[in-house]
């Protein structure tokens, strides 16, 4: 639900405006933020931070994340983890769906001048989106529920946001189009995990579907086994 407030209220904030007139906002105070970060960023570059940003930045496209996303299904049906696999899964296409229909509906430009290639609009982010809701989705796949599986899952965030900056800093984005990315990607891998532990559970309880065993071995949460 925090999730959900905060991805709202940025969205409202950023509000729908003409593409050449960005990076106004219907907030003021949210566009103004987005070009002075801009300036600064372009008064600090220097040669090491920006190789470092361009890798980053390769690292959140699709060259790296669609490969990965395809290996770690490929390894969740053998591993036969077909509940993991669908939260994994509809994570992926949720993402994908949302961050298409959301850049077509705002329409935003981007910062002047970006230092890497970019295609399409700027609001929200797909770096960060991509990021965020495979980092998120790693974790949930990889670990058990509870405090471990927390710091992971902060963690995730935490390198998702470092990465989504590095658009910031290549002039790819707005500082506000990553930070509802961000924000859209760990909401969609939490929400995907819990829609369909949801709906095994509750097929499960009416006979449906066999409950989900935990496979020998296996560490991980029988609920998304």
């Known amino acids: 639900m925090g999730l959900l407030a905060c991805l709202a209220f940025m969205l409202i904030a950023v509000g729908r405006h003409p593409e050449h007139e960005a990076p106004v906002t219907t907030i003021a105070a949210i566009g103004d933020i987005d070009l002075a970060v801009e300036r600064w960023v372009d008064d600090i570059r220097i040669g090491l931070a920006t190789g470092l940003f361009t890798f980053l930045s390769v690292i959140g496209g699709g060259l790296v994340t669609i490969p990965l996303r395809i290996a770690v299904s490929v390894w969740l049906v053998m591993r036969r983890r077909f509940v993991a696999l669908s939260a994994f899964v509809l994570a992926w296409v949720a993402s994908e769906a949302l961050l298409t229909s959301l850049k077509t509906f705002f329409h935003r430009g981007r910062p002047p001048g970006p230092l ?21 989705a790693l974790v949930l796949v990889f670990f058990p529920p509870g405090p471990r599986r927390r710091k992971w899952e902060l963690l995730a ?10 658009r910031v800093y290549l002039s790819a984005h707005w500082l506000s ?10 909401g969609i891998a939490l929400g995907s995990a819990a829609l369909v532990t949801e709906v095994t559970n509750l097929l499960s309880a009416r006979g449906v579907i066999s409950p989900p065993r935990k496979p020998p071995g296996d560490p991980l949460d029988p609920r998304l086994s």
Not at 117 to 130: I, K, L, N
């Open 116 to 136: 890497v290639g970019t295609v399409g609009f700027s609001f929200p982010s797909g770096h960060a989106v991509a990021g965020a809701t495979l980092a998120v």
């Open 157 to 166: 965030v935490g390198f998702s946001f470092v990465m989504a900056l590095s």
């Open 177 to 186: 189009d990553v930070v509802t990315g961000v924000l859209l990607g760990t």
